[in-house]
């Protein structure tokens, strides 16, 4: 992910998806998904920081952080 000084705190599509490095179509989707955004008229807009907590909150572990997360919790019994 990009350093958070390379983009405003209020982002177009286009930032978003670059910040991401993904498609424009992919942040379209995650819409539905609740990705949070406002509209100036018909313009989507996205707050970095809200963008941000989004991604923190629907992060999924990958099978190898998982069993990492559990090794160390029945480590720590």
Do not use: W
């Amino acid at each position: 992910m990009n350093t958070d000084e390379n983009f405003p705190e209020i982002m177009t599509l286009r930032e978003t998806s670059a910040y991401f490095r993904c498609s424009e179509r992919h942040i379209q989707n995650l819409l539905v998904r609740g990705l949070p955004h406002f509209r100036l008229g018909s313009l989507l807009r996205f707050r970095r920081e809200d963008v941000l907590a989004f991604l923190a909150r629907n992060q999924r572990l990958t099978r190898h952080q998982q069993r990492q997360k559990i090794a160390n919790e029945v480590g720590k019994l």
